[in-house]
T-cell receptor, first 110, second 116 residues
């Protein structure tokens, strides 16, 4: 059974810091991996999608990497801002099912 | 283009009542799914559909029923509500899933359900 784990569960950093969020999964037979952002009381917004054949994706200050062989993905956020404060979730697509980690709650202090 | 629309946003039910959470998308997406989000449990897949007339169970299907008569709509029915079904429910859609990769998934804003 596929399990997705995110570490840390919560993170508080001062504005301007570069930071890394971690995601691990137990079964490497995935179609893709996605990183999402969720603001309080809101739905999820897709940030980056990495196909199983890719190693990384970049969008602005965000960079996500994927290492299928080790079952790991990282989300790198450069020069963090208070507006980045949210919960970040990773999810893997396996056979039509999207399996989520429990998320990392990020707080960026001004 | 409204994206994924869920109704109602908030609902209080009594134990044993039935209700339907509505989900509609206007992006001509084949794949639609329902998740519930609970504290400490993350998002868990309830049911999903890869096209009109096709549905399948996710991780936590018991107590829920779905149908997919059109591409646009994917309603979730609670047959006899229980307090354990108190949760936030999210509907999601994408162009396809699994076989065709690289498809972003779009989520609705959520439906907050309380069963008393």
């Amino acid at each position: 059974k596929q399990e997705v784990t995110q570490i840390p569960a919560a993170l508080s950093v001062p504005e301007g810091e570069n930071l890394v969020l971690n995601c691990s999964f137990t079964d490497s037979a995935i179609y893709n991996l996605q990183w999402f952002r969720q603001d309080p009381g809101k739905g999820l917004t897709s940030l980056l999608l990495i196909q199983s054949s890719q190693r990384e994706q970049t969008s602005g200050r965000l960079n996500a990497s994927l290492d299928k062989s080790s079952g790991r993905s990282t989300l790198y956020i450069a020069a963090s801002q208070p507006g980045d404060s949210a919960t970040y979730l990773c999810a893997v697509m396996v056979g039509g099912k999207l399996i989520f980690g429990q998320g990392t709650e990020l707080s960026v202090k001004p | 283009n409204a994206g994924v629309t869920q109704t109602p946003k908030f609902q209080v039910l009594k134990t044993g009542q039935s209700m339907t959470l509505q989900c509609a998308q206007d992006m001509n997406h084949e794949y639609m799914s329902w998740y519930r989000q609970d504290p400490g449990m993350g998002l868990r897949l309830i049911h999903y559909s890869v096209g009109a007339g096709i549905t399948d169970q996710g991780e936590v299907p018991n107590g829920y029923n779905v149908s997919r008569s059109t591409t646009e709509d994917f309603p979730l029915r609670l047959l006899s509500a229980a307090p354990s079904q108190t949760s936030v429910y999210f509907c999601a859609s994408s162009y396809a899933a699994g076989q065709r990769t690289g498809n972003t998934i779009y989520f609705g804003e959520g439906s907050w359900l309380t069963v008393v």
